[in-house]
């Protein structure tokens, strides 16, 4: 399957949080990585957005459109730091 670069992420981010997150640092619960969500691998087709880790390809976190409402499943991330 082939995946896009993080950066595709920066419209539904910023519906989610008012500002772009693309430059957020997140830390990946598989592998310790910790690099921006640009850099990340995302699978479109998923349904939804799969974003997986660059170095280990665990699934970082999940993020899907509803009828109304848009779903983020961060379980992949022990944590995840906004850009100032
Ligand atoms: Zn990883």
Redesign the pocket.
């Known amino acids: 399957m082939q995946h896009l670069d993080g950066n595709v992420l920066a419209g539904p981010l910023i519906e989610l949080f008012g500002r772009d997150m693309t430059t957020a640092t997140g830390r990946?619960?598989?592998?310790?990585?910790v690099s921006v969500l640009a850099r990340a691998l995302v699978y479109p087709d998923a349904p939804g957005f799969t974003v997986?880790?660059?170095?280990?390809?665990?699934v970082?976190f999940t993020l899907v459109q509803g009828d109304e409402k848009l779903w983020l499943d961060l379980r992949?991330l022990t944590g995840l730091q906004p850009p100032r």
Request: hydrophobic share 20%; glycine share 20%.
């Open positions: 990946c619960s598989g592998c310790g990585d997986r880790c660059r170095i280990c390809a665990d970082l992949g």
